[in-house]
Every structure is written in structure tokens, then in C-alpha cells.
């Protein structure tokens, strides 16, 4: 489990596909402390660490199955891109942001970027499937970011994105036409199973 606060923003240092599609990050984290096996929130995408280095440049490295390759921005990752990552949450951490498990739902686009006030609005579209899952004043993980939508209109979303957000996170970057890794809200997905049921 993950909260959506981003703590560190890693960058992919080596990208092979051979089967599964291998990846290394480079990362600030004090790799000593992370155990192979263990999981890193990278844009959102729950991976698991197959191997690390914690010398002058810190990195460890990940696989991606062809369904994550299928559901997420990941196949187009190249050497260089910008990447947010989370830890996962301890007992006993505090909530920051709200539940994300790092299973993404499918992928949205960015429409618009334009500046309000001191923060930035972006306007996505996301999939016919995963609308019914998004409302107004409701949470959504986007490239692994808790954010709150301040509106929806047909296919359309809006979300803000605070200075310190631009920051820290991927969404510095930001332009028309990028892709996010979208993850619904937990509760959102089982309260609407269990009204189709």
C-alpha cells in the first residue's frame, strides 16, 4: 500500500526488453535500506526490486510483465524520463494522501496546462470504463500522485497541482498530449461492485 506522496523523483538509467521489459532507476533513497523483493511505487506502478546498488549512484532495478506494459505509460519509459517513487506505507506511517495500492486502472491524457493563480490546472481525459469511478471533490492517483478532482465534465477531469507538487513530482513537466498512469480510489472501485452486484 501507498499513500501518493511522492518522496523521492528517480530517473531511468537503463531500459532492455527481453521477454519482460527490464529497467534500472536511479534514485536518492539509501538503497541499503530496501531489500530485493521489495516494493517501490514507480509513477504509480507497484514494482518489485530484483536487484540494487547503493555506490556513488544509487539505483535499483525492476521487471514489467507484458499486463503491466499493457495498462500503464511504462512501454514508452525511456533512458533519462523523469520518475516519481514511493516506499510503501508502514504501519504506523502517517496517511498523507489517501489509500493507493499501485495497481493501475488504465491511462489517462493531458489536454490542457494552464496556470491558476500560483498552482497549475491540468484538464485529462480518461477511459470510457474508469469514468464512473471519478467525482468531484473525490481522490485519484495520477503517475502515482494523490490528487483531489475539482470537476468532471463527460470525459473530461480536472485536478490542480500546487508549486511544491510542480516541484517534486513528474508534473513539472507537464504538457498536452503527455500519458498518466491513472488509478481510481479504492473505495470508489468496491462501492460501485457492489452496487453492480
Known sequence: MF?????DMGKVRHVEKRGDTHL???TGYDVDGIGVGASIACSGICLTVV???NGKDRWFAVTASG???SRTTLAGWKVNDPVNLERPLRVGDELGGHIVTGHIDGVAEILRVEPE???????LQ?????????APKGSIALDGVSLTVNERGGAHFGVNIIPHTKAVTTFGRARPGMKVN???DLMARY???LVKS
Do not use: Q
Not at 480518461?126 to 471519478?134: D, E, G, H, Y
Open 191 to 193: 462501492v460501485a461492485r
Open 51 to 53: 536487484d540494487k546498488g
Open 3 to 7: 499513500t501518493g506522496i511522492v518522496t
Open 117 to 123: 493563480g500560483e498552482s497549475t490546472r491540468i484538464v
Open 67 to 69: 499486463e503491466t506494459l
Open 24 to 26: 534500472v532507476i536511479s
Open 182 to 184: 491513472l488509478e481510481v
Open 126 to 134: 480518461a477511459p470510457k470504463n474508469l469514468l464512473p469511478f471519478i
